[in-house]
């Protein structure tokens, strides 16, 4: 008989999609009309949850399935999961590193570039016919400048490369200086972006980095800073990145992620000294298919009683 996973949103493609299918009875609670009663009818069926960073499985979740024995997860982060409800009934939770490594970082990369060489407003500039009137204003170089680095793992490392081949510098802020990295470490977040011209958050996020940056971070990041935001939206307090874009406390913003996803304030909607994506940081066909596989192939490992491949170590 086939074990019975709880699919809590609609992020793998067709194919993976076919093989959790194929190798599971599938709960699809996001095509649900009335999830809560899927959930009641269902309870005691259900042994693993597919979720994603998106949607939380919280203590509440967590309690009210029985049986459930693993949380595989598509994303990197798990703040969303409840992991010390998880580690008291010890159940098993997975997440997708690495594969999504490269495409993440590139996408702060990205960011940097674009609110640095104004590349949304160009695109915009020669659409609506203003290029005909004359040029647009000038950017700013990331070469020779200073990226700060909020958090030196597998992506906050990956960023540190990229920088270096655009010729910038390299300090990094972390709960702990790295033996194995050649970049100046910082303690002090808000010495940390006093020195940077570009402070690049990859973090984890939770209750250990809540608000990390704040008005005082900001302030010290300074007019000709600009903040790079690829980790979580509740590491910034948003309220003061807005006050600092607006009074122009710091220069700009790349933003990937928000605090409230996928609504994004109207503030920085109207700002022209911000870029906004909408959370794609791993959104390649490529990646999402190798985080695809691990959420499906973790499933399998674990019901046939192998080891996981990608075990979240704190849980
Ligand atoms: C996405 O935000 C992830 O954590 O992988």
Not at 49 to 75: D, K
């Amino acid at each position: 008989m086939k074990h019975t996973v709880l699919v809590m949103g609609n992020y793998l493609q067709p194919a993976e999609m076919q093989a959790l299918e194929e190798s599971f009875d599938t709960i699809h609670l996001w095509k649900e009309k009335d999830p809560e009663a899927v959930l009641q009818a269902r309870r005691n069926d259900i042994q693993g949850i597919a979720s994603v960073h998106s949607v939380p499985v919280s203590r509440t979740l967590i309690e009210a399935l029985p049986n459930l024995e693993i949380i595989s997860q598509f994303a990197v982060g798990y703040d969303n999961i409840d992991l010390v409800a998880a580690k008291e009934r010890g159940i098993a939770v997975t997440n997708t590193p690495d594969v999504l490594t490269d495409d993440t970082a590139d996408t702060g990369m990205a960011l940097l570039l674009a609110v640095s060489r104004r590349v949304c407003e160009g695109d915009m500039y020669v659409r609506v016919g203003k290029w005909l009137n004359g040029n647009m204003p000038l950017g700013w170089s990331p070469k020779g400048k200073v990226a700060g680095i909020v958090g030196m793992g597998r992506i906050g490392q990956s960023v540190a490369r990229k920088c270096e081949a655009f010729g910038m510098k390299i300090m990094y802020q972390g709960p702990r200086k790295k033996e194995d990295v050649p970049y100046v470490y910082e303690p002090d977040v808000q010495k940390l972006a006093e020195n940077a011209d570009y402070l690049i958050l990859t973090c984890p996020g939770g209750a250990a980095t809540r608000h990390l940056v704040n008005a005082d971070v900001l302030k010290a990041l300074g007019p000709k800073g600009f903040l790079i935001n690829i980790a979580r939206g509740s590491v910034v307090d948003e309220d003061a990145l807005i006050t600092a874009l607006i009074d122009k406390t710091i220069l700009g913003a790349g933003l990937d992620v928000y605090p409230d996803e996928p609504r994004v304030r109207e503030e920085l909607i109207k700002m022209d000294n911000v870029v906004l994506l909408p959370h794609i940081g791993s959104a390649t066909h490529e990646t999402r298919k190798m985080m695809g596989e691990l959420v499906v192939n973790n499933l399998r490992a674990h019901f046939a009683g192998g080891p996981l491949l990608t075990p979240v170590k704190a849980a």
